[in-house]
């Protein structure tokens, strides 16, 4: 039988994106719109566990959905990783008499919450907020999009250089383990090159193709590196390419945590507002232990287990035609 919940918490974990702020401003508006009682809980899995929670009205969330970073912070939580620590965040939990929560975050916020909601009797729904785009069962993730217009124009920038300079430039983008932000960083940059980790393309690959570009005069350019690349980082990419090809004058930059900040596109602010209003459905409906994701434009709900386990492949397609016009 579902149980009827009145106090609902909401928290951001785990690296913060842009758009976070405007799926906090959307739970905590469609839940007082269904007469509940919100709270936010500050620092993430941290704040739960120090009883850092309080009561959010409408007023709040206003003014903040254009902000970057997120409004309650965030953490990785160390502590809610042991028993003792999330024992103690669920009495925090029941001081606050709280029956149910949101959580927005990647990857780490889910395995949290998973654990969580399978030693105490809490429903826990996931709205799933990184960068990074790596999250099984949802097209984008919160942030996403804003973090690849930022490193696509960070790249048109370092172009201006290299043309200038005749240089070549090796970035590199974050992404943990994913080449999401690398590979349409690089399509949207028109990049030489982009090295992602879930493909074979590799230094022997990436030095014919320079040599190819060297043979019709270009030279300046700009690779792609994802930071999780199997051949390393920015850094490595281009020690190793100088030392096959000598001919280039070449930098390396890397983009860093400029990716995480900033206000959030459109594309971020209505994707978070839709999946934080939605999340507060999916609670009142009964469900638990989800993320909600958008799939074809169409609303999706897949099991913390999966969101976390599956890999979301990268179109290969897209790596192909990426290739090609980097010619
Ligand atoms: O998950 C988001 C992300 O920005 C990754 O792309 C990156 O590898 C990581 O977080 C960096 O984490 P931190 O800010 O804790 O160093």
């Known amino acids: ?22 799926a906090i401003r959307a739970v905590v508006r469609t839940a007082i719109y269904n007469d509940l009682h919100v709270f936010g809980v500050e620092r993430g899995y941290q704040g739960m566990i120090e009883g850092k929670i309080r009561r959010l009205e409408t007023g709040d969330v206003g003014n903040i959905i254009q902000r970057g970073g997120t409004m309650l912070k965030t953490a990785r939580s160390m502590e809610f990783m042991t028993p003792e620590g999330r024992a103690r965040a669920y009495e925090s939990l029941q001081a606050f008499d709280i ?85 349409h960083s690089a399509i949207g940059s028109g990049a030489g090159g982009v090295m992602i980790p879930e493909n ?56 860093g945590h400029l990716q995480r900040g900033g206000s959030p596109t459109c594309i971020d602010r209505v994707l978070a507002s839709r999946l934080g209003y939605e999340a507060v459905n999916a609670l009142l409906a009964g469900k638990s232990n989800v993320m909600v994701g958008i799939l074809n434009n169409d609303l999706s709900f897949t099991s913390f287990d999966d969101a976390i386990n599956r890999t979301k492949p990268v179109n290969d397609s897209l790596m192909r035609m990426a290739q090609i016009l980097a010619l």
Not at 1 to 22: C, E, F, Q, Y
Not at 145 to 150: E, G, L, M, P
């Open 99 to 183: 029956d149910a929560i949101v959580a927005i975050g990647g990857n780490g916020t889910f395995t949290g919450a998973k654990v969580f909601s399978s030693e105490y009797d809490i429903p826990i729904v996931g709205v799933p907020g990184t960068i990074d785009n790596d999250l099984y069962g949802t097209d984008l993730t919160i942030g996403f999009d804003t973090a690849i217009n930022t490193a696509m124009e960070a790249a048109d920038k370092i172009r201006d250089t290299a043309y200038s300079h005749n240089r070549l430039f090796f970035v590199e983008v974050m992404g943990r383990h994913a080449g999401f932000i690398a590979l």
């Open 200 to 255: 074979n393309y590799n230094i022997d690959d990436l030095v014919l193709h320079l040599k190819k570009s060297a043979k019709r005069q270009k030279p300046f350019g700009i690779i792609i590196v994802a930071e999780g690349n199997k051949e390393g980082g920015a850094a490595a990419v281009a020690k190793q390419v100088q030392e096959r090809i000598e001919n280039y004058d070449t930098k390396v930059t890397v983009i």
């Open 1 to 22: 039988m579902t149980r009827a919940i009145k106090r609902l918490a909401v928290l951001t974990s785990g690296g913060d994106a842009p758009g976070m702020n405007a």
